[in-house]
């Protein structure tokens, strides 16, 4: 049995589809399971020891994954292009969701419907695992991330720093949403409350620099302790770094959803995450929702849209640190 996966971006939404092969080794433990994907995911899947081959998207790979004449080829994105893509695999039977955007379901054999795919009160992981529905046993066997357990990290310094055996906080105060964003005097506020009991790591993209460079022209390094790490850690030395924290709090990113799969998976460290414009019903912690600080009440709560339009911004700004800080005291 061979199956194509084609999940081409973000980092976030990959780790979020990753339980599908899961569920695919523990029916198939023989089948042969590739992956599609952009360049921003290839470093992590490359890591996870249950897929077979990973395929970078471009003309060559487009012809080899041809010539695999695949059984199923499973398209989570579900935008035009992917399904294109998946057409153009050639595999006996495409798969993908009923009513995807940009007509994408034109090109499936088999349409899976689920509704809404953006409701809110439907975790993406549960959503995602609906396509593989007719293909594995319906036992209530535990969902895995398949996150492996990094020995060694490659990057010096996150080695010195996890020898440490002072508790670690992980933070991920960045995302690719304004609307999501966590006001930057309440980092501090933050960061200030935490570091008498934890050494601060900070994490994020190299992209995101100057926005977290805001925030360390602030902190006073001689009363706190932290660890700048924002652009410096490859994957792996990342997975490394949370395996070997305590704590993760971030907005809803690739980071947060990392460090969920990781807590999934083996239990630690605690996750909380800041939601407003997006719902951690869908998105949130996975296995740790309840870990996820979110104004329910607010009418105009999970908008997704990626500028507040009301102006206000109120869904995220009224998540005091005071908050979180309670959060952290509860879990830790």
């Known amino acids: 049995m061979k199956f194509l996966i084609v999940r081409l971006s973000s980092l976030g939404d990959i780790i979020h589809s990753l339980p599908i092969v899961c569920k695919l080794r523990q029916k198939y433990p023989d089948a042969q399971i590739d992956w599609l994907v952009r360049e921003k995911g290839f470093e992590l899947l490359n890591l996870i020891n249950e897929i077979d081959n990973v395929y970078l998207l471009n003309l060559k790979n487009i012809f080899l ?51 809404n795919l953006f409701e809110t009160d439907k975790h993406v992981v549960n959503l995602n695992l609906r396509l593989i529905d007719d293909l594995i046993d319906n036992e209530n066997k535990k969902i895995n991330f398949l996150i492996p357990k990094i ?51 900070l994490c994020a993209s190299k992209s995101d620099l100057k926005f977290i460079q805001l925030l360390i022209d602030k902190l006073d390094f001689n009363k706190i302790s ?32 990392l460090a969920s799969a990781i807590k999934n998976d083996y239990s630690l460290p605690e996750v909380i995450g800041i939601y407003g414009p997006t719902s951690p019903c ?34 995220m700004e009224d998540i005091l640190p005071s908050i979180v800080f309670q959060l952290i005291n509860d879990l830790c």
Not at 70 to 85: M, N, P, R, T
Not at 228 to 253: A, C, E, M
Request: charged residues 25%; glycine residues 6%.
């Open 226 to 257: 932290y660890a700048n790490f924002v652009g410096k850690t490859k994957i792996k030395d990342l997975i490394y770094l949370i395996q070997n924290s305590d704590l993760v709090i971030g907005l809803d990113s690739a980071g947060l959803h």
């Open 151 to 201: 020995t060694e990290p490659d990057n010096a310094d996150v080695l010195q720093i996890t020898n440490d055996t002072s508790k670690k906080v992980i933070l991920f105060p960045s995302t690719t949403w304004e609307s999501k964003l966590w006001r930057m005097d309440y980092w501090f506020e933050l960061i200030n409350k935490i570091s008498k009991d934890f050494q601060v790591c």
């Open 65 to 115: 994954i041809q010539k695999q004449k695949y059984d199923h080829v499973i398209d989570v994105q579900g935008l035009f292009k992917s399904a294109f893509i998946s057409k153009s695999s050639f595999g006996k039977e495409i798969i993908g969701f009923k009513n995807a955007r940009e007509f994408a379901d034109v090109f499936y054999d088999k349409k899976i419907d689920v509704g």
């Open 282 to 315: 869908r998105s949130g912690p996975y296995g740790s929702v309840k870990n996820a600080l979110y104004l329910s009440e607010m009418k105009c709560i999970a908008c997704r849209k990626k500028r507040c339009l009301l102006g206000h911004h109120k869904c």
